[in-house]
Each structure stands twice: as structure tokens, then as C-alpha cells.
């Protein structure tokens, strides 16, 4: 299995530009979360999906923040527009419903807003 | 609100010795507790779990230790080595009525040789 695989790794773009991140979890499992990583702020849970469907998105920062996940395979974390505050690196991670609560994530995607 | 705590700074130790880091919650009462280790510019990685009925568990060099009653959990490495230089992240889970899994701060332990 390749893990979860999330693209790009790095992007960078200047404030008010639309910015789409890509998740690909791993096959059979049905949970799917997005956190951000900042030195200040540590990692956050910005929403998580069990079976395609969002269950807590209390963590999303504001309206300019929109996550879907359209199928068991793919996710994409949406930002429109972008800020420099927005800057961090980005977590996907999926997990397997039954058994532990265990995440697997993937690399991350580091975002650079100028 | 909830909350989970571990030492902000980064702990130094001699190649050899055992490194032991803090993890306290607040506002909590986790099933279980897990802790994930972090290389830079790499994702979080599952190391261990601990259920709240268990006082201990280890594997290889690490043990962890969860007291509920504390509302604290202890990861050690014993005999540590420069390879485990990393950042070291504590997740009591779950949390409230949902399952999602909130993230301690972290703590960077530098293992001199």
C-alpha cells in the first residue's frame, strides 16, 4: 500500500489566489480527517468524514476554508482566497472504522501564501 | 474547553539515557491515549495506544504509562539513541461524543551521542 498520498507537496502563491489540496486516503478506510501544522498553533483538526460524509467541521477557520470528499478515495481541502495567515503545512490522514482509532498520515503539503 | 498539554520545550538528553515526556490533559476523560512520532518534514506516525484500564504498556525501548486518575500520560524511552530525535506527540482519544482525535503540541527531544 503507498499510504496516503497528498499532493502537492509544496505550493506557494500570493494572497487572494485560489489554493486546492489533494488527498488520496488509504483503500478500506472509512475515516478521513484534514489538520493544519503551524509552530504557533500545533496541529489542528480542521474536519474529518466517516464514509464520504462530514461529520465535525468545527475546526475549519472561517468561510474561506471548504472541504468535500466526493468518494471513498479522494478529498480536497479548498481555500478561496488565500492569506498569508494561512501559511502552514497541511495533514491528511485516514483510519480504519473498526479496530483502533489509529491514524495514518500522509506527507503534507506545505503552503506558503506571499 | 479541552485541553492537552506537553512540555513546550525541547528536552536534551545524553545518548544512554532514558528520556521521559509529559503528556496532561484537562476536561477529558479519554478511553485510551496515544502517542505518535514526528521527523521534520514528514507526517505524524503511530507509535503506541493505551487504553484507560491498562496502567502500562511497552514496546521494544518505549513504555508508556496513563493515570486517569492524574489525567497524565508518560512516554519513555529507555537506552535512547540519536535516531530518536524526533518530536513526540500525545492524543487522548476520543473526544466528547465524536471520534475525532485532537493533538498535544509536541515535544522535541534532542538525544545527544
Known amino acids: 500500500d503507498a499510504g496516503v498520498i497528498q499532493s502537492p507537496r509544496h505550493e506557494v502563491t500570493e494572497m487572494g489566489q485560489e489554493v486546492t489540496l489533494r488527498c488520496k486516503p488509504i483503500?478500506?478506510?472509512?475515516?478521513l480527517f484534514w489538520y493544519r501544522q503551524t509552530m504557533m498553533r500545533g496541529l489542528e483538526l480542521l474536519i474529518y468524514f466517516n464514509n464520504n460524509v462530514p461529520i465535525d467541521d468545527s475546526g475549519m477557520p472561517e468561510d474561506r476554508f471548504s472541504a468535500k470528499m466526493p468518494n471513498a478515495s479522494f478529498s480536497t481541502l479548498k481555500i478561496q482566497p488565500s492569506e498569508p495567515r494561512d501559511s502552514a503545512v497541511y495533514f491528511c490522514?485516514?483510519?480504519?472504522?473498526?479496530?483502533?482509532?489509529?491514524?495514518?498520515f500522509g506527507a503534507g503539503s506545505r503552503l506558503t501564501v506571499l | 474547553s479541552q485541553k492537552i498539554e506537553q512540555n513546550s520545550e525541547a528536552l536534551n538528553i545524553q545518548e544512554g539515557k532514558t528520556a521521559t515526556l509529559t503528556c496532561n490533559y484537562t476536561n477529558y476523560s479519554p478511553a485510551y491515549l496515544q502517542w505518535y512520532r514526528q521527523d521534520p518534514g514528514r507526517g505524524p506516525v503511530f507509535l503506541l495506544l493505551?487504553?484507560?484500564?491498562?496502567k502500562e504498556k511497552r514496546k521494544e525501548r518505549l513504555k508508556v504509562t496513563f493515570d486517569t486518575t492524574l489525567k497524565q500520560s508518560l512516554f519513555h524511552i529507555t537506552a535512547s539513541q540519536p535516531a530518536d530525535s524526533a518530536t513526540y506527540l500525545c492524543a487522548p482519544g476520543p473526544g466528547g461524543a465524536t471520534n475525532k482525535l485532537i493533538f498535544g503540541t509536541g515535544t522535541l527531544l534532542a538525544v545527544q551521542p
Open positions: 490522514a485516514s483510519r480504519e472504522t473498526s479496530g483502533a482509532n489509529v491514524l495514518t
Open positions: 493505551i487504553r484507560e484500564n491498562e
Open positions: 483503500s478500506g478506510h472509512n475515516s
